[in-house]
Nanobody, 124 residues
């Protein structure tokens, strides 16, 4: 089992920044991909970004390219999502996920473990 706990959500004005954190525990993560997904109000869950734990390769959704950055701190077993230039359409519940040997795919079905989510609200 892998336990994931997100933090860092909140209310921010458009153009502002937030950094989400995802603390992982339970198993070594060397063969895992860590992903961030979000569920906007009334919409389906969508892929945001992913990073391989071992090599640090990343993949970002087109909607966040150039604004969001995913990273990980192996010493702290934590994954981050730095979100800059936030827009109202970024409003969503953000989830951290872990997938074993998932690669950098953005399909939620490829991820095995999920956090409880953290709310991000961007006001206009």
């Amino acid at each position: 089992q892998v336990q994931l706990v997100e933090s860092g959500g909140g209310l921010v004005q458009a153009g502002g920044s937030l950094r989400l954190s995802c603390a992982a525990s339970g198993r070594p993560l060397s063969r895992y991909t860590m992903g961030w997904f979000r569920r906007p109000p009334g919409k389906n869950r969508e892929f945001v970004a992913a990073i391989t734990w071992s090599g640090g390769s990343t993949n970002d959704a087109d909607s966040v390219k150039g604004r969001f950055t995913i990273s990980r701190d192996s010493a702290k077993n934590t994954v981050y999502l730095q979100m800059n230039s936030l827009k109202p359409e970024d409003t969503a519940v953000y989830y951290c996920a872990a997938g074993y040997n998932t690669g950098l795919f953005g399909s939620p079905e490829r991820y095995d473990y999920w956090g409880q989510g953290t709310q991000v609200t961007v006001s206009s």
